[in-house]
């Protein structure tokens, strides 16, 4: 490996092989972790997340000696991604919604106010005109509406047996590129709206680990032992939603 290399926005890179591995470093000053964690996000991104004492040749250290694991998680990620087409919201295309397709279906009507609703197999959005930012807007005002009541519902469900949840957080959606969700030190969760996409099971595994940090505020192996004692198969649920 030859020396990693620092530019001016805080992105780094290791040489590992033939390879660059680009990363950023989350110093984490609010949460107390106690130990490095590399994640490579949905969009090929690595993150490293570091307490606050670690020095910057510890977090280089971590990552070589876990850049084979880093290089295969690169790699599929960027193979998943080569996948994806932009949308044109027309007729036909596919939507998510907890886990199932369906189809969507543009009907356009000069007298009616822009809405969407599941109808069959079918998310039917109405609009003025048949342009696709309208279109766009309807679906996402949907979504956010369906992401706020089945976020509601499900966190009800899954905080119940967790006798640390005296009351439920408060809770509020907001678009994040590279987080499904989040727990604030004050307690507050924020989840993003495109997690309703996801299976029901999906969704209670993000909110019950922003609930765990309500009780473990870092990803400490306590953290785990909780997620893994309410959710056995989290594993398997995680590589899923990823």
Known sequence: MRPDAQEADGTQRLHYGDEVIVFQTRVQTQRRISRI?????PDGRVVIDAPASAAAADVR?????RAAWVSRQVASARQRRAYLLPREFVSGESVLYLGRRYRLKV????????????????????????L???????????????????????????ASPLRWVQALPAMRLRMMKVQWGSCSPAGRLTMNPMLVQAPRECVDYVLLH??????????????????GRHMPNWRA??????
């Not at 250290?61 to 000696?65: D, F, M, P």
């Not at 696709?132 to 469900?157: I, K, N, T």
Request: one cysteine or more; aromatic letters at 6%.
């Open 61 to 65: 250290a971590a990552l070589r000696k």
């Open 132 to 158: 696709p930012e309208l279109v766009r807007d309807a679906v996402s005002a949907w979504r956010r509406e369906r992401a706020r009541s089945v976020f509601a519902e499900r966190l009800a469900a899954v």
């Open 237 to 242: 649920v995680k590589l899923r939603l990823d």
């Open 107 to 130: 009907v356009v009507d000069a007298a009616c106010t822009a809405s969407a609703s599941l109808r069959g197999a079918f998310l039917v959005v109405t609009v003025r005109k048949h």
């Open 210 to 227: 922003e609930l765990i940090h309500l009780r473990h505020h870092n990803h400490s192996p306590d953290f785990y032992r909780s997620l």
């Open 37 to 41: 964690s590399i994640h490579v996000e």
